[in-house]
């Protein structure tokens, strides 16, 4: 049986494709389930600058959370500044300047749809 409500986190060793490739999948919203975002924190663990860009996929509509976010050396950025609401099939979508240096923590609440 499928739960109500289930809070989850999910963690990305880097997970956002490197510039010049294509967009890296980082979440989908499952079928019959909108999830509520509650945090997405990256943090730069390199030592130079490094930048991401954060997207929200609706169908074809993409929107840009963040685009070439600046992420200092030994900081962190959250990238989506307050609760975002996915649907059934929604993504988030994003790449880095670096592939290595950049951990991305995505937390969210599944909850079944009515």
Known sequence: MAQLNTFKSVQHKFKLSSAGDSDKLVYKAPFGYTAIVLNAQCANIGS???????????????????????????????LATGKLVLQTGDELIGFASDANDLDLTLSFLETLDA
């Open 48 to 78: 130079t600058d490094r930048t991401v860009t954060f997207k929200l996929k609706k169908g074809t509509t993409e929107s840009i959370l963040v685009d070439e976010l600046i992420i200092p050396p030994n900081d962190a950025a959250n």
